[in-house]
């Protein structure tokens, strides 16, 4: 089994959240770009992971939440990592491993899934579905990240009571164009995922659309992402209104991904879908 | 005899500012401070330092008494044509690492009348850029200028003693880059005039901003000031429409009432596509209504903010500052242990070390082809390894006791290390010149 790997990821990644802390409190140049190491090293273990469940399960490793989980959080890292490249916001890493090991520590929770997978799963609709889905969520948790950041950075401003943070953030202007990128190369990512994922399930199980509790929430989230990237684009709405609104489209997103699992019954279940399970 | 490192001078705190403005150097009196410290027996080397906060002469003498009478009297006929007496009173006089330790803190902007305040350093470079042109430094002063640029630079780099603002149009610049991240490209607009208003327009066209308008009750006084930044003149009606399309408002009428009402902002917001506005208000009374604050993407500070933010970053610098003296210490540490190795004896001490290591090492090495040899026989490679070494050794180690006496001994003391490299073998590492610079 690859579980070496996932332990290596995990820790990697732990590390590099305990350097970028280290990073906001102590503002040493060095040990961002350190940690920044370490979260590439872990980001490159957990894509060796990746890939050789993908080549055990002949599918993307996603089918039960312990492996969503853990790809939500690659597709986070992944997404943090070009982001760095093109903004090189070293705090960005501050707030955006933590998330991440978050994921990482509740998907290393979770219990195995075991038992052969059915040949449903084993299409390419369904990984390229779950690739692009969690490409945009992992956008989208940027977009999340980053509204926090500028909610923080525009209240000491607004209020004229400068804290720590204030040295430690970036510009207002920053974190908008952040949080406008990562929207805008989101959005396209969740409706191709929505689509591949409609095309697969008239491939799998023969109909587009079954208004399953997870894919009417998916529509919902789809409809304010797609309400905010309007306003944003046509309105021109920036700033608060449009961090507080990419916070609670963010929200949704979660309620979708995990709450629709957890809560609610659907087909699109993962103690369903699960590898072993019916 | 060893040289005395001294330096004597008068600074904001000691002199008052009259006094500093009798001292304050044209050319042709500094001109004559350097000739005299080049040709005057009791110096051998020295540089002089003149700007409009202190006057400073650093040198090195064996006769260090006499040399600094000598300085004084030309300072206070040279420059201020006043009393020795009256002069000396004010000037401090520090020696060896205390003058050190003053250079570093002087370099590093500690001692400065802002602390933390850039310009200091670039003042003692085109000091020291002087006195190698007029060949007055020497070893020492080389060797302390080259560490006082050094530690100016730690200082900066390791400390957040220059990393804010503490003028109130610093303050203003330093906002708006938490704004709008560069002020490439953005708009301002001055309405009003007045010192403080245009030297924090000045500030922003200097950090990028491209393009500036001036508004003003009377046209003339717009075309007055907009003519010095270049800038587009406005009359008082068309602040309105501006507001469609500048980033940042500065405002310091004389007027009673508020310039700028809430809805006249209000209104702009839906043209604007709410971009960022950035109000800064040094007008008393106010300019802008304090509503405006409570708009979307709008953010207004008046003086009192803004003095606020100096406050505190006043503070920061002085909690920054006991960091930069721990900085200076280590550094004035490192220089007495340099000073110390610039004399005679330790010099040749040193030489025969290296001499003594190399033989051991050389001899380590060739054991294994030794090791047939009888033990006489080994005995007398030794002592061959040893007496060429001494042979080779002997005369530089004469003509360093020849120069003991000399007034040039620092410069060749410093080659001879140099040129057997004795710092690098010995105990402590010295920077080397390279990373000085």
Redesign the interface.
């Known amino acids: 089994m690859h579980y070496p790997w996932f332990f290596l990821a995990l820790v990697f990644d732990l590390l590099a959240t305990g350097g970028y802390i280290v990073y906001l409190v102590k503002q040493e140049k060095w040990v961002s770009s350190a940690s920044c190491f370490l979260l590439f090293t872990g980001f490159v273990f957990h894509t060796i992971f990746l890939c050789k469940q993908y080549v055990v399960l002949g599918t993307a490793p996603v089918l039960d939440l312990k492996s969503a989980l853990s790809f939500f959080s690659w597709c986070i890292i992944l997404v943090f990592l070009a982001f760095h490249l093109k903004f090189r916001v070293m705090v960005l890493g501050s707030f955006v491993a933590p998330f991440a090991a978050f994921l990482m520590i509740i998907s290393s929770a979770m219990p195995w899934a075991t038992g052969p997978v059915k040949p449903l799963f084993k299409s390419i609709w369904l990984t390229v579905h779950v690739s692009t889905i969690f490409l945009g969520n992992g956008l989208f948790a940027i977009t999340f990240v980053a509204a926090v950041m500028y909610l923080i950075q525009e209240r000491q401003i607004k209020h004229k009571r400068f804290g720590s943070f204030y040295r430690r953030l970036p510009s207002l202007a920053t974190l908008d164009s952040i949080n406008h990128y990562a929207l805008i190369c989101g959005f396209p990512f969740l409706t191709l995922g929505m689509i591949t994922g409609s095309i697969y399930a008239q491939v799998a199980l023969g109909s587009y659309w079954q208004w399953d509790p997870k894919e009417v929430w998916s529509l919902v989230t789809w409809l304010f992402y797609a309400a905010l990237l309007h306003e944003r684009l046509t309105v021109g709405w920036r700033g608060r209104r449009a961090a507080v609104m990419s916070i609670f489209c963010f929200c949704i997103l979660l309620f979708t991904f995990v709450g629709t699992t957890l809560w609610v019954k659907g087909y699109h279940n993962f103690t369903t879908l699960g590898t072993g399970g019916a | 005899m060893k040289a005395k490192i001294v330096n004597i001078g008068v600074n904001h705190e000691t002199a008052p500012v009259e006094l500093r403005e009798c001292l304050a150097a044209d050319p042709e009196s500094s001109a004559k401070i350097f000739g005299a410290l080049r040709d005057l027996s009791c110096v051998r080397e020295g540089m002089f330092l003149s700007t409009c906060n202190r006057v400073e002469v650093l040198f090195t003498s064996d006769r260090a008494a006499e040399a600094r009478q000598e300085i004084l009297s030309l300072i206070s006929s040279g420059l201020g044509k006043l009393q020795s007496e009256a002069l000396s009173s004010c000037f401090y006089s520090l020696e060896d690492l205390n003058a050190v330790r003053h250079v570093f803190r002087v370099a590093s902007s500690l001692d400065s009348m802002v602390v933390g305040e850039p310009q200091i350093l670039g003042q003692i470079k085109e000091a020291y850029q002087r006195a190698t042109q007029e060949k007055t430094s020497g070893v020492i002063v080389n060797r302390l200028m080259h560490r006082a640029f050094h530690v100016a630079k730690r200082v900066r780099t390791e400390t957040g003693i220059c990393?804010s603002a503490v003028s109130i149009s610093y303050a203003a610049v330093e906002?708006a880059?938490?704004?709008?991240?560069?002020l490439e490209g953005k708009s301002v607009l001055l309405i009003g005039a007045g010192e403080m208003a245009e030297l924090a327009a000045l500030h922003l066209v200097n950090n990028g901003v491209s393009s500036m308008s001036v508004a003003n009750r009377t046209f003339e006084r717009a075309m007055a000031v907009a003519g010095r930044f270049g800038a587009k003149p406005l009359s008082f009606d068309e602040i309105a429409r501006e507001l469609f399309e500048v980033d940042i408002v500065i405002c310091s009428t004389a007027s009673a009432e508020h310039v700028i009402s809430f809805e006249q902002v209000k209104r702009s917001l839906r043209k604007?596509?709410?971009?960022?506005l950035f109000f800064i208000d040094i007008a008393i009374p106010r300019d802008v209504e304090p509503t405006v604050?409570n708009l979307?993407?709008v953010?207004v500070?008046d003086i009192d903010?803004l003095k606020?933010?100096i406050a505190?970053n006043v503070d920061q610098r002085k909690r920054e500052a006991v960091r930069a003296e721990r900085i200076v210490e280590e550094e004035v540490l490192k220089f007495g242990q340099w000073l110390n190795t610039l004399s005679v004896v330790p010099t040749i001490v040193a030489l025969q070390e290296k001499a003594g290591a190399i033989i051991q090492a050389e001899l380590k090495k060739s054991n294994s082809l030794m090791e047939h040899l009888a033990d006489g026989q080994k005995e007398a490679v030794e002592m061959l390894a040893r007496s060429i070494a001494e042979k080779v050794l002997n005369d530089p180690i004469l003509f360093l006791k020849g120069k003991a006496e000399r007034a040039a001994v620092d410069t060749y003391l410093d080659v001879a290390r140099r040129l057997f490299n004795l710092d690098r073998n010995h105990g402590v590492k010295y920077g080397s010149e390279s990373d000085d610079k």
């Open positions: 990393a906002l880059k938490k704004i709008f991240h560069s604007r596509r709410n971009r960022p604050n979307p993407n953010y500070y903010d606020g933010i505190l």
